[in-house]
C-alpha cells in the first residue's frame, strides 16, 4: 500500500531553521505532485508548498515566500520543506502529500489522494 512518513518536525525558537522530509512508497513517485500542508490547533488544513512531478514548477503561500524551500529528488523518493526564519505563526502539525490526476500544483486537501501521518513543527517566541 501507498505510504508517506514525514520527519524532522520538532521545537525551534523564531528566526530559526528546520529541515522537514517525506519518504514516499509509492512506486511511480516521479509522475506524482508532491504538496505539504498544515494545520494549527482550532484552524482549517492550509496549502503550504506544492511540486509538479519533475520539480520543474514551485508553487507557495503568500505568508512563507522567501522563508520555505519545497524540493524533491525522485532517484530516492523523496520530498523536502527547507524551513528558514520560523514565525510562531508557522506552529502546526504538518502533512505531506501526493495527487496522481494532473500534473499540476493545486491547493484544495481534497485535490490530494495520499497523505502522511504528520510532523508537528513547534516554534517559540
Known amino acids: 500500500q501507498v505510504q508517506l512518513v514525514e520527519s524532522g518536525g520538532g521545537l525551534v525558537q523564531a528566526g530559526g531553521s528546520l529541515r522537514l522530509s517525506c519518504a514516499a512508497s509509492?512506486?511511480?513517485?516521479?509522475?506524482?505532485?508532491m504538496g505539504w500542508f498544515r494545520q494549527a490547533l482550532g484552524k482549517e488544513r492550509e496549502f503550504v508548498a506544492g511540486i509538479t512531478s519533475s520539480g520543474s514548477r514551485l508553487s507557495y503561500r503568500s505568508a512563507v515566500k522567501g522563508r520555505f524551500t519545497i524540493s524533491r529528488d525522485n532517484a530516492k523518493n523523496t520530498v523536502y520543506l527547507q524551513m528558514d526564519n520560523l514565525k510562531p505563526e508557522d506552529t502546526a502539525v504538518y502533512y505531506c502529500a501526493g495527487k496522481r490526476r494532473r500534473d499540476i500544483v493545486t491547493i484544495m486537501p481534497y485535490d490530494y489522494e495520499y497523505w502522511g501521518q504528520g510532523t508537528q513543527v513547534t516554534v517559540s517566541s
Open positions: 509509492i512506486g511511480t513517485f516521479s509522475t506524482v505532485v
